[in-house]
């Protein structure tokens, strides 16, 4: 279900401009629905990182919510996920994408299973009530791209314009360990450090990125 944004502790606009946000991203757009169609299995690496099984849906919390496709491709699936974004124009975007997608007769049942809040994670999972804790916590934290990587596509490109970098991954980290019934998982480029000295308890990986997976 579509939730009013909670317009509580955000992070502003990293300086260098004050021109509205663009549109980043839509679920609707032709691309991805083509991503949509080709099939998101219980065999792809990021719902095997998830924890997903036929008769098994967690619950998740996704602490950097960004475009939100990670969070929908799981809904898909039938998980129940909530999506916080600090970034007032990347959380107005996604909340749009959300509203155009859930106007589509078959797009509407998968929106049903995703809420947007816009708020600092690192502030709402402190002060989450034990009732309203997720089975997982789901981090996909913005970092600098590498020198050696190619340039990144367009939509990562007006990200990281109105995100900048997330320089607090420790703090965010600690947070979701602390509040995760069953684990965390960070998604990383496949030749990243970890997000922590702490060893994952698995790790799946693909040609380009790869999922940390803590359990708690």
């Known amino acids: 279900m579509l939730k009013k944004i909670d317009v509580g502790a955000v992070r502003e606009r990293p ?31 990021l719902a095997r990182a998830i924890g997903v099984k036929k008769d098994h849906f ?9 475009l939100g496709r990670d969070a929908f491709l799981l809904a898909s699936l039938g998980c129940s996920i909530t999506l916080l974004e600090r970034v007032p124009q990347v959380a107005a975007n996604l909340q749009q994408a959300l509203l155009e997608a859930q106007q589509e007769p078959h797009l509407a049942p998968i929106i ?5 809040i816009q708020t600092d994670s690192i ?7 034990t009732e309203q804790k997720p089975d997982v916590i789901y981090l996909d934290p913005m970092y600098p791209p590498s020198r050696k990587t190619a340039l990144v596509k367009q939509e990562m490109q007006s990200l990281r314009e109105l995100v900048g970098f997330d320089n607090d991954t ?7 360990m602390q509040q995760a019934k069953k684990r965390v998982v960070v998604k990383r480029h496949r030749h990243s450090p970890t997000i922590t000295e702490l060893k994952p308890s698995h790790v799946i990986e693909t040609k380009v990125i790869r999922f940390d997976v803590y359990i708690v």
């Open 170 to 176: 420790t703090e965010l980290f600690q947070a979701a």
């Open 123 to 129: 502030a709402y999972l402190q002060h989450l009530p």
């Open 112 to 116: 049903a299973r995703m809420q947007l």
């Open 58 to 66: 967690p619950s998740i919390i996704d602490a950097t919510a960004g």
């Open 15 to 45: 300086a260098g401009g004050s021109r509205p946000a663009p549109t980043i991203f839509n679920f609707t757009s032709s691309k991805f629905a083509h991503r949509h169609r080709q099939g998101f299995s219980l065999r792809d690496p």
